[in-house]
């Protein structure tokens, strides 16, 4: 992930992007909202829409942040959230899907879905880690 500094004059907005918006954005979403509120506004959207949240992210992030996504979040479509600053690009391992934004980069996470705690909790540290280093490139003017 790039260290460089992104210069906005007004709060920006972070759409989270995954084809499915089940699993990895929307842990985005939901630990962007936590930790960087401050700093940026979190989205999450793809390209098709699940009848649910993953349910092993919804346990986990119950369990480790005391966050319900379940609560708080459900799955969109790109054109259903605001036109980002940022598109954070979660790694799709298929084609990701287009979004243009002033600035993109492309996290490239392994989709955990259907794999153990240890390695679902891997991610979700990842994603955390991420977001703090966003939040570090963010300079609102």
Not at 70 to 79: A, G, M, R, T, V
Not at 104 to 115: A, F, I, R, T, Y
């Amino acid at each position: 992930m790039e260290n460089k500094k992104l210069y906005f004059n007004h709060k920006p907005k972070v759409a989270f992007i995954c084809v499915h918006n089940s699993c990895r954005s929307q842990i985005a979403e939901a630990l962007g909202k936590k930790f960087a509120s401050d700093v940026f506004d979190s989205y999450s959207a793809g390209t098709e829409i699940k009848n649910q949240i993953n349910n092993d992210a919804v346990r986990l992030i119950k369990e480790i942040y005391n966050i319900d996504m379940e609560d708080s979040q459900f799955s969109k479509l790109i054109s259903d959230i605001p036109k980002p600053d940022i598109a954070i690009f979660m790694g799709c391992n298929v084609k990701c899907p287009y979004l243009k934004a002033e600035y993109s980069q492309n996290w490239e996470l392994d989709d955990p879905s259907g794999k153990n705690d240890d390695e679902f909790k891997l991610i979700i540290s990842k994603i955390e880690e991420n977001i703090f280093k966003l939040k570090e490139q963010i300079v609102i003017k």
